[in-house]
T-cell receptor, first 115, second 114 residues
């Protein structure tokens, strides 16, 4: 069964450093998403992406964040200058359509630790 | 805005016990409802979903019915197993902003003991 994959599974970085989290969505999906979960808190929507453009973003997704689909398979989340409060589990998801009846399929997550 | 409320847990049950995890929601539109499960060390997996009122989603012995009148989507299983130990997330999806977005509950940790 097709699945969303993410790398790395765990990333440790120093405050102020740039990190890139990578995702490979399901191959025939057109809509891509990033979510994050700070330890002990809810999974929160960050951004959605379609047709090489951001379609919606939350207030969390400020200028320090960016997303890109650099080729036909990868979808990346970049944090330019990490802060301690960026420590969280980051989930990538993809869906075939943007209908609310369609399922978003999630990857296993990348645990980001900012020291 | 949209929100999902579920019991935080942890919930500890003996094997073969009956499980209910309550979930209620608030939505501006007419959302689809989901339960996702996260097993230890793994990602979020879709467990079941329902897309309209009175629909029942079911999978692996778990069930949940979309109740529009009570804005609820409670998860039930008649007889839990140790392998059901995981974190369960209630979620809704809508297109109120034009694009699909999933809103999650806090997650309920279930521990099943032999």
């Amino acid at each position: 069964e097709p699945e969303v994959t993410q790398t790395p599974s765990h990333q440790v970085t120093q405050m102020g450093q740039e990190v890139i989290l990578r995702c490979v969505p399901i191959s025939n999906h057109l809509y891509f998403y990033w979510y994050r979960q700070i330890l002990g808190q809810k999974v929160e929507f960050l951004v959605s992406f379609y047709n090489n453009e951001i379609s919606e973003k939350s207030e969390i997704f400020d200028d320090q964040f960016s997303v890109e689909r650099p080729d036909g398979s990868n979808f990346t989340l970049k944090i330019r200058s990490t802060k301690l409060e960026d420590s969280a589990m980051y989930f990538c998801a993809s869906s075939a359509t943007d209908r609310d009846t369609d399922t978003q399929y999630f990857g296993p997550g990348t645990r980001l630790t900012v020291l | 805005g949209n929100s999902v409320t579920q019991m935080e847990g942890p919930v500890t049950l003996s094997e073969e016990a009956f499980l209910t995890i309550n979930c209620t929601y608030t939505a501006t539109g007419y959302p689809s409802l989901f339960w996702y499960v996260q097993y230890p060390g793994e990602g979020l997996q879709l467990l079941l979903k329902a897309t309209k009122a009175d629909d029942k989603g079911s999978n692996k012995g778990f069930e949940a019915t979309y109740r529009k009148e009570t804005t609820s989507f409670h998860l039930e299983k008649g007889s839990v197993q140790v392998s059901d130990s995981a974190v369960y997330f209630c979620a809704l999806s809508d297109q109120a902003g034009g694009y699909q977005k999933v809103t999650f509950g806090i997650g309920t940790k279930l521990q099943v003991i032999p």
